[in-house]
């Protein structure tokens, strides 16, 4: 089993729609979590850490819920710009662990 | 913010050669970095961690003989492939951490193809 699993993907989504992106993961020591957005060919770029308590950034929400060991990502009012791959990550012994990621295609 | 530069952006080399690639923390002083690979539509994989002033640890299944990693300084790791092979072919990235446990930045990536 992977560290960290992601929706395999890709999402086809109407602009304006809402996204929703789930992630888990298997080692219970994970110490914080994240979500990155990668571009096509470019490095991963942090878009928010994620709370137990749930966090909010604009348009992006994360929760964390650490009995299910589960992480998610929603996107409201979704731009073409958001089009990119998004992310799992989770800390463990001071290193990020990646999920393989899940594509986002935001259509016009 | 932090910034992390990572050179070469773009290397072709031939089969057999080693190419070396390095990563400075440019604002900060990285006391750990960390190397990834990332194959075509594959998740970024974790390779090493670079500690400032001492051995790298490998994760599982990566070579230490052919991916050299030197971390000299609080500034500077590099990363050296040997004896590329095509298989080696893939984007190689670094991160480094500083004080702030949360604070991991990333280098932009080097595309290493090998002919």
């Known amino acids: 089993r992977k560290e960290v699993e992601q929706d395999p993907g890709p999402f086809n989504v109407p602009e304006g729609a809402t996204v929703a992106f789930n992630c888990t993961y298997s080692n219970s020591a994970s110490q914080s979590f994240f979500w990155y957005r990668q571009d096509c060919r470019k490095e991963p770029k942090l878009l928010m850490s994620?709370?137990?308590s749930g966090n909010e950034d604009g348009r992006f929400t994360a929760q964390l819920n650490r009995a299910s060991q589960y992480i998610s990502l929603l996107i409201r009012d979704s731009k073409l710009s958001d089009s990119a791959t998004y992310l799992c990550?989770?800390?463990?012994?001071?290193?990020?662990?990646f999920g393989k990621g899940t594509r986002l295609h935001i259509l016009p | 913010g932090a910034v992390v530069s990572q050179h070469p952006s773009r290397v072709i080399c031939k089969s057999g050669t080693s190419v070396k690639i390095e990563c400075r923390s440019l604002?900060?002083?990285?006391?750990?970095m960390f190397w990834y690979r990332q194959f075509p539509k594959k998740s970024l994989m974790l390779m090493a961690t670079s500690n400032e002033g001492s051995k790298a640890t490998y994760e599982q299944g990566v070579e230490k003989d052919k991916f050299l990693i030197n971390h000299a300084s609080l500034t500077l790791s590099t990363l050296t492939v040997t004896s590329a092979h095509p298989e080696d072919s893939s984007f190689y990235i670094c991160s480094a951490s500083g004080t702030d446990r949360y604070g991991y930045t990333f280098g932009s990536g080097t595309r290493l193809t090998v002919v």
């Open positions: 604002d900060f002083q990285a006391t750990t």
């Open positions: 994620v709370y137990s």
């Open positions: 990550a989770v800390n463990r012994d001071d290193k990020i662990i």
